[in-house]
């Protein structure tokens, strides 16, 4: 297998230990779980998004474990602002804050909350399953680009999470990119759903979700491909990742680094269990093997 020079890495502004992060959702709720993650191997964590109001999400079920993957519509429960306290413990490690808002206004409120306390922003403008946020302003290039210029002006690194839900995913790339993003995230789950044929009727309280995990890998590496031909920023891979080898197929599409969010659920050391196999001494400069599959 292809392997890669261990070593840290500057994505989209933000110096990371290693290509392998928390991604947003997963275990990012409570400092001491962030915390958790970056001593089990992790690079960098993304936290739970959060809003500019205290949200309570969607009725259950919220969650359903498949076989490929996992299909959820959590709706972004989080505390809104008291959250800022819980990365306290964590001052001066590579933590980048998951937001969402309703406007680019909210985004730029959000986002000063943060100021100082992480390493960067990542705008939530992807979740498939709240109403009036994420995809929702995430479809429309125009609201994208307004989005992630109120926040950049704020001047920390600035990621963009992309949703897969859209005609296409370059004309919302290059709208965050027109807005000053430091770097694009793709992706975020895929909008879909599951019908309990015991009961007739959908599995999750709120009808359809996201579907995440080992299914969703092969619509990240086309939109990390697609991306990459298209925009000059880098480019962070997620959705499905699970392995040394998927790590390595989504930097060859243009990745420079990579998100895992589904894959902890089965291995919560899952970054020690990739770093393993990704990294050796010997191994190719992760520079030569990014993009590489479109020479």
Not at 3 to 14: E, L, Q, Y
Not at 107 to 119: D, L, N, T
Not at 135 to 156: F, N, Q
Not at 250 to 267: K, L, R
């Amino acid at each position: 297998m292809v392997t890669i020079r261990p070593g840290p890495v500057n994505a989209g502004g933000i110096q990371i230990a290693n290509h392998l992060l928390l991604a947003a959702g997963v275990l990012g709720t409570t400092g001491a779980s962030l915390t958790r993650m970056l001593s089990y191997g992790a690079g960098a964590v993304v936290t739970k998004s959060i809003g500019p109001l205290p949200k309570d999400g969607h009725v259950g079920p919220c969650l359903a474990v498949l076989d490929d993957g996992f299909l959820n519509a959590m709706g972004l429960p989080n505390p809104s602002k008291e959250f800022v306290e819980e990365l306290s413990v964590l001052k001066g490690k590579p933590v980048i804050a998951s937001i969402y808002g309703g406007s680019p206004e909210e985004f730029a409120m959000v986002a000063e909350w943060f100021k100082g306390s992480v390493a960067g922003i990542e705008l939530n403008l992807s979740c498939p399953h709240a109403e009036g946020y994420g995809s929702a302003i995430g479809s429309d290039p125009s609201l994208v680009e307004a989005c992630t210029r109120a926040v950049t002006k704020l001047g920390m690194p600035t990621w963009v999470k992309l949703t897969p839900n859209v005609t296409d995913i370059t004309e919302i790339g290059k709208a965050a990119e027109k807005g000053g993003a430091d770097a694009l995230v793709a992706i975020n789950t895929v909008k879909a759903m599951r019908i309990s044929t015991g009961l007739g009727r959908p599995v999750l309280g709120n009808r359809s979700g996201g579907l995440s995990g080992k299914a969703i890998f092969p619509i990240s590496v086309r939109c990390v491909y697609e991306l990459y031909e298209t925009c000059k920023i880098p480019i962070i891979g997620c959705g499905g990742i699970s392995s040394a080898d998927n790590a390595i197929e989504i930097m060859m599409a243009g990745a420079v680094a990579v998100e895992i969010g589904s894959a902890v659920y089965s291995d919560v050391r899952i970054f020690e269990t990739i770093a393993k196999t990704l990294y050796s001494d010997d191994g190719i400069p992760s520079k030569d093997i990014v993009g590489c599959a479109h020479e």
